[in-house]
């Protein structure tokens, strides 16, 4: 196999005439987007306005340094990339908005190629080759010998040659399960945090012109048992291994809201570019200038998503006393679930591990919902007599959760005075996690999703389904080969993988720097 067949770093490009690359007449259509006969059944398309155009003010910011992509490289070219830690290839997906957007505005046409990657997860990898059929990849990014340049490939089945030369782009979002609240918080120490280590190597052994690192922001941030940050440590193994070789910049708090999505997604991204193809100043002023121009947040998630409420004759009777043929139905139900975490309900019993195993009344959830309670001044509504939001939801005949936690969650958020009223409120929080965890945003936005995040609409009475949860990830998965995929894969992906916007972010600042002449 080899590398004969991988792009040539930029400055080495050969200039092509235009009229070799010139774009069929239609390809710049601004029509309505045709749907892929490609989806699976849980696929449902998504209403509402054009997403944020981060690619156009990208563009549009840096258009002085891109401008020079001509000289660099002609009209059209192609850059190879390699994606470890691949997930859903977020880089490749947002890489086609630039490049259209680099041929609308510059009249220059590049193609980003995934040659190569890895990701030990099997419907990622499966998702990577429906979507973008990478010419080699990999279950495991340790199974490398950088002494005799060789991986493990499962594409061709065999040991092929790790390249030396001819990566443009190497982008990397390795596990954030040691730093991420939600994971085990062993930072460094946890085995999974080795992965890092092998992406500094890999960096080092392909000598790509620029790369992508990311993950959340709590590597940046000292534990209580550590001096200092993981990311610092990190940092320093990055000057040992790759020393006067590359200049990189590490971006605090890159978030999609940002680049014009309600979405909180806060990272921290480590950028580099080779220093043969790029100077520091011009990679620091670069992404300065864009940190500086955000790009205005246009829609609350209620907006861009075009949501339908529930009607408001049926939020109203939440908080309020039942009419007698509501109080029938609810006595009927036989529904115990309330506000109260202390009444067991025999329709919705709870199946943690402590009421499986018989310790009835002492489930994690009820002691942080009572402390909840308290902390909030909501004792009162307790047992007050009125119909709850999950009884409202259900006389009109709603879809609600079956978890018994779920459901109390949702009862006693409902009557938080930031929640009212109900039929105009934009809430929304993950009912994935616990009181304690499960994050409610007011604003319009959406907090993180994660990778079994189910974002609940208070004021819609459902979850965001999968096509929604994708657009406000910038993933338009009309664009997008499923049939491989179920809704769990994509929701875990979706989770795990890096917001289009923030990965075009890094492109665009990347694609700048290396423009400049030093």
Not at 2 to 24: D, I, V, Y
Not at 116 to 144: E, L, T
Not at 319 to 339: E, V
Not at 389 to 399: F, S, T, V
Request: hydrophobic fraction near 40%; charge should be positive; include cysteine.
């Amino acid at each position: 196999m080899g590398t004969q067949h991988c792009a040539m770093p930029l400055k080495h490009f050969k200039k092509r005439p235009a009229a070799a690359t010139k774009r069929p007449a239609d390809a710049c259509s601004t029509g309505p987007k045709k749907r892929l006969a490609l989806a699976e059944p849980w696929y449902k398309h998504v209403v509402g306005p054009e997403p944020p155009n981060w690619a156009k003010h990208f563009v549009d910011t840096l258009s002085v340094p891109l401008g020079n992509l001509k000289a660099k490289m002609g009209d059209a070219g192609k850059l190879v990339t390699w994606s470890d830690c691949a997930g859903k290839c977020t880089e490749v997906y947002a890489s086609k908005a630039l490049s259209d957007e680099l041929m609308e505005n510059l009249g220059i046409g590049i193609e980003f190629k995934l040659y190569g990657g890895s990701d030990s997860s099997r419907h990622c990898r499966d998702f990577v080759h429906c979507n973008y059929a990478p010419r080699h990849f990999s279950d495991d990014i340790f199974k490398r010998d950088f002494d005799a340049s060789t991986f493990e490939c499962t594409v061709c089945e065999k040991t092929c040659i790790l390249p030396r030369a001819g990566v443009d782009m190497y982008c990397a979002c390795f596990p954030c399960g040691p730093w991420s609240r939600r994971g085990k918080r062993l930072g460094l120490a946890d085995r999974h945090a080795d992965v890092c280590w092998q992406v500094i190597k890999s960096i080092k052994h392909m000598m790509p012109v620029m790369f992508i690192m990311e993950n959340v922001m709590e590597i940046s941030n000292a534990a209580a048992d550590r001096l200092e940050a993981d990311l610092a440590v990190i940092r320093q193994f990055m000057y040992d291994e790759l020393g006067a070789s590359y200049h990189h910049l590490v971006v605090n708090n890159s978030s999609p809201i940002q680049h014009g999505y309600p979405v909180e997604k806060l990272r921290v991204l480590v950028l580099g570019g080779r220093s043969d193809q790029v100077d520091r100043p011009s990679l620091q002023n670069g992404f300065a200038k864009l940190i500086e121009n955000p790009l205005p947040v246009p829609h609350t998630y209620w907006t861009l998503l075009a949501v339908q409420a529930q009607p408001g004759r049926v939020l109203d009777k939440v908080g309020q006393l039942p009419y007698p043929n509501d109080a029938l139905m609810i006595q009927s139900s036989g529904c115990k679930c309330g506000i109260d975490p202390m009444i067991e309900c025999p329709q919705h019993p709870c199946f943690c591990d402590k009421c499986k195993g018989g310790e009835r009344l002492e489930c994690t959830w009820r002691a942080k919902a009572t402390k909840f309670l308290a902390d909030n001044g909501l004792q009162w509504a307790v047992a007050d007599g009125c119909v709850t939001y999950i009884q409202a939801l259900e006389l009109n005949k709603g879809k609600t959760p079956h978890s018994a936690r779920e459901r109390q969650l949702l009862n006693m958020f409902a009557r938080l005075p930031a929640a009212q009223p109900l039929r105009s409120t934009v809430m929304i929080m993950d009912i994935s996690q616990a009181v304690d965890r499960c994050k409610p945003k007011y604003d319009g936005t959406v907090p993180t999703m994660a990778t079994n995040a189910r974002m609940w609409m208070m004021r819609a009475g459902r979850e965001l389904n999968l096509g929604e949860m994708a657009k406000l990830m910038g993933h338009d998965l009309c664009e997008t080969d499923l049939r491989f995929t179920s809704k769990e894969q994509m929701r875990q992906m979706l989770g795990m993988s890096m917001h289009v916007a923030t990965a075009g972010f890094a492109l665009t600042g990347l694609l700048a720097a290396v423009c400049v002449d030093s």
